[in-house]
T-cell receptor
């Protein structure tokens, strides 16, 4: 079965650089979420999209932005990177409508290291 | 916003014994409570979830209970096995497209 695809899996950047992470949700899933997980920490909710519209916003820094495109894939853009941005970034998707359970499926994550 | 407290942070049990992890939440509007298992460097994986219209749910060796009045929910794992060793996170949300608020996690260690 198709899963949530994230790219790149690993990314190394310098401070003050910019990074873009991509997420391809499971086909027919209408909702995408982004989470940030620092080492030894719990996942922190950043932002979500439902049917390509921003739906909920969590602890996303102003330096970060995200969008969901017409094909439902999503991108997380991070600018002016700081050392503290080093983390695992997870994308997750679910289908809110329909008769399924609405289970949230996580991608494998993108590991960002800021030097 | 929602705040989820999780205890204990580390739990060590003998193989075959039961393990219980407890969480409390603050937002009475929350109505969806999933539990995730995460192995080091891997993605969180849903092991069981419960919605506010249900008090208890069981799936083989795993069960979750919810007390909406007290705003707490618990994960119960019976007959623990070495492969149960991982970090477990509880979470809460109002459902829909709202993001999950996670607890800080419990490192479960199964002693052989």
């Amino acid at each position: 079965a198709a899963g949530v695809i994230q790219s790149p899996r690993h990314l190394i950047k310098e401070k003050r650089e910019t990074a873009t992470l991509k997420c391809y949700p499971i086909p027919r899933h209408d909702t995408v979420y982004w989470y940030q997980q620092g080492p030894g920490q719990d996942p922190q909710f950043l932002i979500s999209f439902y049917e390509k519209m921003q739906s909920d916003k969590g602890s996303i820094p102003d330096r970060f932005s995200a969008q969901q495109f017409s094909d439902y894939h999503s991108e997380l853009n991070m600018s002016s990177l700081e050392l503290g941005d080093s983390a695992l970034y997870f994308c997750a998707s679910r289908q809110l409508g329909g008769s399924n359970t609405g289970e949230l499926f996580f991608g494998e994550g993108s590991r960002l290291t800021v030097l | 916003g929602e705040n989820v407290e999780q205890h204990p942070s580390t739990l060590s049990v003998q193989e075959g014994d039961s393990a219980v992890i407890k969480c409390t939440y603050s937002d009475s509007a929350s109505n969806y409570f999933p539990w995730y298992k995460q192995e080091l460097g891997k993605r969180p994986q849903l092991i069981i979830d419960i919605r506010s219209n249900v008090g208890e749910k069981k799936d083989q060796r795993i069960a979750v209970t919810l007390n909406k009045t007290a705003k707490h929910f618990s994960l119960h794992i019976t007959e623990t096995q070495p492969e149960d060793s991982a970090v477990y996170f509880c979470a809460a949300s109002e459902g829909g497209a709202d993001g999950l608020t996670f607890g800080k996690g419990t490192h479960l260690i199964i002693q052989p």
